[in-house]
């Protein structure tokens, strides 16, 4: 398990917003090269990791990308103005401390806005908006940033490190879905699974689920499964009615989300899933919700349709740079799908 939490940190301190996924991509080869035969990138950047065997060939996969900004303009006086890439409540933007990354080494800057002392009252009341906030790297002009190398569409990040909590809870940036990526790698380092395995760290998930549909075109896999994190329903400000998953009770299998618009898993998905985690006594938690959706939905319904599953890590507050999650729920979560690596030939076959 501190090898999980180690690892964690790892890829939570590192920085890879969506399209610039490359440093994440590099941690995730330098993992499993030791456990697979061949390695590349496609066109898009995906990483794709294939372990040769027998048939059904699975795709396990998992995003690289976290959401970030991107600098869209710079001022006279030298302030950065940014466009949200990926899915911000823009309130955890707001005085956060952010790297900005360019071609010659990391920046530091920081999020400001008018300061509510000099507010109307009106205006201290309301939430505010990412197209009132700028980044401040304490330039005093244009030219004084550009020779910095910063441009529009340079990508940045939050400045926010990994850190334990109480037991076997952390917090960090980005376990959406750094956390699925340590799924995914610890399931290969752990199977025993004589089928084709395609293990693939994608890109662009944040801003579309791009990256999974390109590779799971090119793969064309027998089956699937998306590793993720989900609500939890356990904390203040949310009812378990609304999300009765809970941290600490085991990895999440997916049954529908989005209200159906995104993915609706197939009942013999569900009991490769759900039969499998019964046949090794791993706990598990059974998902429907009405938020957002995953890689999955992407890849099943890709060229003629792949089953596809997904097994998610509840984790809270997900888009914000303060997430938590157990380190026991990624070790289950691992151990389920390496077992699902070994049992897709008894519900899948040719």
Same mark, same amino acid.
Request: with cysteine.
């Given at each position: 398990?501190?090898?999980?939490?180690?690892?964690?940190?790892?890829?939570?301190?590192?920085?890879?917003?969506?399209?610039?996924?490359?440093?994440?991509?590099?941690?995730?080869?330098?993992? $499993?090269?030791?456990?697979?035969?061949?390695?590349?990138?496609?066109?898009?950047?995906?990483?794709?990791?294939?372990?040769?065997?027998?048939?059904?060939?699975?795709?396990?996969?998992?995003?690289?990308?976290?959401?970030?900004?991107?600098?869209?303009?710079?001022?006279?006086?030298?302030?950065?103005?940014?466009?949200?890439?990926?899915?911000?409540?823009?309130?955890?933007?707001?005085?956060?401390?952010?790297?900005?990354?360019?071609?010659?080494?990391?920046?530091? &800057?920081?999020?400001?806005?008018?300061?509510?002392?000099?507010?109307?009252?009106?205006?201290?009341?309301?939430?505010?908006?990412?197209?009132?906030?700028?980044?401040?790297?304490?330039?005093?002009?244009?030219?004084?940033?550009?020779?910095?190398?910063?441009?529009?569409?340079?990508?940045?990040? $939050?400045?926010?490190?990994?850190?334990?909590?109480?037991?076997?809870?952390?917090?960090?940036?980005?376990?959406?879905?750094?956390?699925?990526? $340590?799924?995914?790698?610890?399931?290969?380092?752990?199977?025993?699974?004589?089928?084709?395995?395609?293990?693939?760290?994608?890109?662009?998930?944040?801003? &579309?689920?791009?990256?999974?549909?390109?590779?799971?075109?090119?793969?064309?896999?027998?089956?699937?499964?998306?590793?993720?994190?989900?609500?939890?329903?356990?904390?203040?400000?949310?009812?378990?009615?609304?999300?009765?998953?809970?941290?600490?009770?085991?990895?999440?299998?997916?049954?529908?989300?989005?209200?159906?618009?995104?993915?609706?898993?197939?009942?013999?998905?569900?009991?490769?899933?759900?039969?499998?985690?019964?046949?090794?006594?791993?706990?598990?938690?059974?998902?429907?919700?009405?938020? &957002?959706?995953?890689?999955?939905?992407?890849?099943?319904?890709?060229?003629?349709?792949?089953?596809? &599953?997904?097994?998610?890590?509840?984790?809270?507050?997900?888009?914000?740079?303060?997430?938590?999650?157990?380190?026991?729920?990624?070790?289950?979560?691992?151990?389920?799908?390496?077992?699902?690596?070994?049992?897709?030939?008894?519900?899948?076959?040719?």
């Amino acid at each position: 398990m501190s090898d999980i939490k180690s690892l964690l940190e790892k890829l939570s301190n590192a920085h890879g917003i969506s399209g610039w996924e490359g440093s994440i991509q590099q941690i995730v080869k330098e993992e $499993i090269a030791p456990y697979v035969d061949e390695i590349r990138l496609d066109k898009l950047g995906n990483l794709i990791a294939t372990k040769k065997g027998v048939a059904p060939s699975i795709m396990i996969e998992a995003h690289a990308d976290e959401i970030g900004l991107m600098v869209k303009h710079v001022d006279e006086k030298g302030f950065l103005r940014f466009i949200r890439i990926g899915g911000w409540f823009d309130q955890t933007l707001l005085n956060q401390r952010v790297i900005i990354h360019t071609r010659s080494g990391p920046i530091t &800057g920081v999020i400001g806005c008018k300061p509510p002392h000099v507010m109307k009252d009106e205006d201290r009341k309301k939430v505010v908006e990412a197209k009132d906030m700028f980044i401040d790297i304490g330039c005093i002009s244009q030219k004084e940033v550009e020779d910095l190398g910063i441009l529009p569409g340079t990508p940045v990040s $939050i400045d926010r490190t990994f850190a334990s909590l109480q037991g076997d809870r952390v917090t960090g940036k980005a376990f959406d879905n750094r956390a699925g990526l $340590i799924v995914m790698i610890e399931a290969l380092k752990r199977t025993k699974s004589k089928s084709t395995v395609y293990a693939v760290a994608t890109v662009q998930e944040e801003v &579309g689920l791009k990256g999974a549909k390109v590779a799971a075109y090119g793969l064309d896999p027998d089956v699937a499964i998306a590793a993720d994190v989900t609500i939890p329903g356990d904390h203040p400000g949310i009812e378990k009615k609304d999300a009765p998953i809970e941290m600490g009770k085991g990895p999440v299998v997916v049954v529908a989300d989005a209200s159906g618009r995104g993915l609706i898993a197939t009942p013999q998905v569900i009991e490769w899933l759900a039969g499998t985690a019964r046949e090794f006594e791993i706990p598990i938690q059974l998902e429907a919700s009405d938020g &957002g959706t995953t890689d999955a939905t992407a890849i099943y319904l890709t060229k003629s349709g792949i089953p596809t &599953g997904v097994i998610s890590v509840a984790t809270r507050y997900i888009h914000s740079p303060v997430e938590v999650l157990c380190i026991s729920d990624i070790e289950k979560a691992a151990d389920l799908m390496a077992r699902c690596l070994e049992t897709a030939g008894r519900y899948f076959k040719n």
